[in-house]
């Protein structure tokens, strides 16, 4: 089983894409959630551990989990109010957010007891890595249960705006490092990190894959850290990945976007599922796989994005949606 960890919030969705004053929608989301649904969909045994509330909203989240079988035993409740983030969608279908998280339920989360039994993977990111006091718990469940031999993946899913102390943010998450195996971020996640270390490039820059690539540079830093594989989504150019004995790019995949909310969720179930199907969610796993498999594992993710993203809202792919031999 994969126990993915972290928040679960409501996105309020402008009803007239690229008008925030237009009605707004409640959907339920959060990149932890979103990527729990995504991997039951695709046929991976998921549980999910969090602190959801008691409202409506938080019983609603609750109720999507388990009609999409992920296993919510570990979700911790609460009758502090559900999280919100307002979604405000650009031209070209990307999407900003404006958060509102003050005394919810999910930032107080609390360390849990054992994970389920057979866990043997734990996914964990976004904002449950930012805001107190759970994120302090968020980070010693990750290096306690690494400590334990659990293979990790870390997807940062940074959010500056809600990020008061940048530098001790970058701090924290570097420290995560060495407990990781898997590392999956955003091109702009990874710039943002690699930003505030020393000779790191300034936020804003671009990688694009070339040579002298900055992300590169970055990846191969954080290599040396701890985690065995760096991802890195490009929007619209793809996915790349290096590893110590690999690196390797493929192409996005064309689609008329709708949206682009929670595609990088779905690669990180994508490439979760992957890897599982591999037999490779073990420490160590990742290390292995030559330029070939992770072509393989990659051109799959890329494909479950796209999909996701020719559809409004976080709707990732179901397994009979995809090619069954790209999944391994």
């Known amino acids: 089983m994969i126990v993915v960890a972290g928040e679960a919030l409501i996105d309020l969705v402008p009803r007239e894409p690229g008008d925030p004053l237009s009605p707004l929608t409640p959907a339920r989301g959060g990149g932890p959630y979103n990527t729990a649904v995504a991997l039951a969909r695709l046929g991976s045994p ?38 919100l983030a307002a979604v405000l969608p650009g031209p070209d279908g990307s999407a900003d957010y404006a958060f509102y998280t003050e005394g919810t339920a999910d930032r107080l989360f609390a360390l849990p007891g054992p994970l389920p039994a057979g866990a043997r993977a734990l996914s964990l990111g976004t904002c449950s890595l930012v805001l107190e006091p759970g994120a302090s718990a968020y ?51 990874a710039l943002w990190i690699a930003a505030g270390e020393p000779g790191g490039e300034p936020a804003g820059g671009s990688g694009g894959g070339s040579a002298g690539d900055p992300l590169e540079a970055a990846a191969r830093r954080w290599l040396a850290a701890g985690p065995e594989a760096v991802v890195v989504t490009r929007g619209g150019d793809g996915i790349s990945v290096w590893t110590r004995r690999a690196a390797c790019s493929v192409p996005g995949v064309p689609v008329g976007v709708v949206d682009t909310v929670g595609a990088g969720d779905t690669v990180n179930a994508a490439l979760l599922h992957a890897l599982d199907r591999r037999g490779l969610l073990v420490r160590g796993g990742p290390a292995g796989l030559g330029e070939r498999d992770w072509h393989e594992v990659l051109s799959f993710a890329a494909r479950a994005a796209a999909a996701t993203c020719s559809r409004a809202g976080a709707e990732p792919p179901y397994a009979d949606e995809l090619s069954p031999a790209a999944a391994g």
């Open 139 to 189: 980070r010693e469940l990750l290096r306690r249960e690494a400590g334990r031999g659990v293979f990790i993946a870390l997807d940062p899913n940074v959010r500056p705006q809600l990020i008061a102390d940048p530098g001790g943010h970058r701090s924290r998450l570097l420290g995560l490092l060495p407990h990781t195996s898997l590392l999956k971020l955003s091109e702009e996640d």
């Open 46 to 83: 998921v549980a999910f551990c969090s602190r959801v509330s008691t409202d409506a909203f938080g019983a609603s989240l609750v109720e999507r989990l388990e009609a999409e079988g992920v296993d919510t035993g570990p979700v911790q409740r609460g009758p502090e109010p559900t999280s």
